[in-house]
T-cell receptor
C-alpha cells in the first residue's frame, strides 16, 4: 500500500502565480480531505469529498481557492492568484466511509511558500 | 461549532517515564469520536489512538492509553515508558457522528523525550 501520495512535496512560487497541489488517495477509499497547517491557525479542514462530490467546503478561505476531484483516484487544490499568507503545509487525507469511525490516513504534505 | 483545547503548548519528560497530555472539547452532541494524532519532525500525521464516545471503556494501544471523561468533556493521552521516538507534536481531534467526517483539531502539544 503506497499510502496517500501528494505532489509536489515542496513548492516555492511568487505572489500572483497559480499553484496546483495534487493528491492521490489510497485505493478503495471514498472520502478525500484537504487540510492546511499554519502556525497561526493550526490544522484546519479546507474541503472534503465523498464519492468525488464536495460535502463540506466551509473551510475554503476565499474564491482564490478551488478544489476538484474528477475521479476516485485524483484530486487537486488550486490557488489563483497565490498570496504570501497562503504559505503553509497542505495535507491531503483519505478514508473509507463506512459504518462506525473512519480513520483518516494523511499524506506527507506539500510545503507551499509564496514569496 | 465544536472546539478542541490543548492547554499545554510544550512538555518534556525523561525517557522511560510516563507523561499525560491534556485535551478538552466542547460539543452539544452525544455521539462523537475523539482521536490523538502524532506529528513527528518528518511532518507525517499518524493516528495514535481513537475513542468512541458511546464506549465507556478507555481505549488502549500498547503504551498509549486515554482517560475519557465524557461528563467533563476531557480526553487525555497517557504515554507509558516513553521512548525517544515519541518526540513529536500531538494533536487531539474531534469528529461528529452524524455523517460529516470533518476533523476539528486542537492546537497541539509539543512533546520532547529527554534521553
Amino acid at each position: 500500500d503506497a499510502g496517500v501520495i501528494q505532489s509536489p512535496r515542496h513548492e516555492v512560487t511568487e505572489m500572483g502565480q497559480e499553484v496546483t497541489l495534487r493528491c492521490k488517495p489510497i485505493s478503495g477509499h471514498n472520502s478525500l480531505f484537504w487540510y492546511r497547517q499554519t502556525m497561526m491557525r493550526g490544522l484546519e479542514l479546507l474541503i472534503y469529498f465523498n464519492n468525488n462530490v464536495p460535502i463540506d467546503d466551509s473551510g475554503m478561505p476565499e474564491d482564490r481557492f478551488s478544489a476538484k476531484m474528477p475521479n476516485a483516484s485524483f484530486s487537486t487544490l488550486k490557488i489563483q492568484p497565490s498570496e504570501p499568507r497562503d504559505s503553509a503545509v497542505y495535507f491531503c487525507a483519505s478514508s473509507f466511509r463506512g459504518p462506525g469511525v473512519n480513520e483518516q490516513f494523511f499524506g506527507p504534505g506539500t510545503r507551499l511558500t509564496v514569496l | 461549532a465544536q472546539t478542541v483545547t490543548q492547554s499545554q503548548p510544550e512538555m518534556s519528560v525523561q525517557e522511560a517515564e510516563t507523561v499525560t497530555l491534556s485535551c478538552t472539547y466542547d460539543t452539544s452532541e452525544n455521539n462523537y469520536y475523539l482521536f490523538w494524532y502524532k506529528q513527528p519532525p518528518s511532518r507525517q500525521m499518524i493516528l495514535v489512538i481513537r475513542q468512541e464516545a458511546y464506549k465507556q471503556q478507555n481505549a488502549t494501544e500498547n503504551r498509549f492509553s486515554v482517560n475519557f471523561q465524557k461528563a467533563a468533556k476531557s480526553f487525555s493521552l497517557k504515554i507509558s515508558d516513553s521512548q525517544l521516538g515519541d518526540t513529536a507534536m500531538y494533536f487531539c481531534a474531534f469528529m461528529n457522528d452524524f455523517g460529516n467526517e470533518k476533523l476539528t483539531f486542537g492546537t497541539g502539544t509539543r512533546l520532547t523525550i529527554i534521553p
